[in-house]
Nanobody, 115 residues
Framework: QVQLVESGGGLVQAGGSLRLSCVAS????????MGWYRQAPGKQRELVAH???????NYADSVKGRFTVSRGVAKNTAYLQMNSLKPEDTAVYYC?????????WGQGTQVTVSS
């Protein structure tokens, strides 16, 4: 099993910044990719940003130019730097990983952006 633990969420004013972290642990043979997803109340979970082992990234159009996804040197960590936050970024943010050829999810961390 692989466990993902997110941290770094919180309450921030519009225009502010937050940095989310995700650490993967457990019986990890390989991690092919990691990503961040979010789910706002009443909405479906959506991709925010994704990064694979080659460093290739993919972003939702709504966060391009504001958010940056990265991996740690150890490759079992992922980060999401969120700048110029907007109230519409308010959601539970989940870390996801393709590990051991399976998909795993963290429990999520709340991000609330006040106007």
């Amino acid at each position: 099993q692989v466990q993902l633990v997110e941290s770094g969420g919180g309450l921030v004013q519009a225009g502010g910044s937050l940095r989310l972290s995700c650490v993967a642990s457990g019986s990890i043979l390989s991690i092919e990719a990691m990503g961040w997803y979010r789910q706002a109340p009443g909405k479906q979970r959506e991709l925010v940003a994704h990064i694979d082992n080659s460093g290739r990234t993919n972003y939702a159009d709504s966060v391009k130019g504001r958010f940056t996804v990265s991996r740690g040197v150890a490759k079992n960590t992922a980060y999401l730097q969120m700048n110029s936050l907007k109230p519409e970024d308010t959601a539970v943010y989940y870390c996801g990983a393709d590990a051991n050829r399976q998909a795993y999810w963290g429990q999520g961390t709340q991000v609330t952006v006040s106007s």
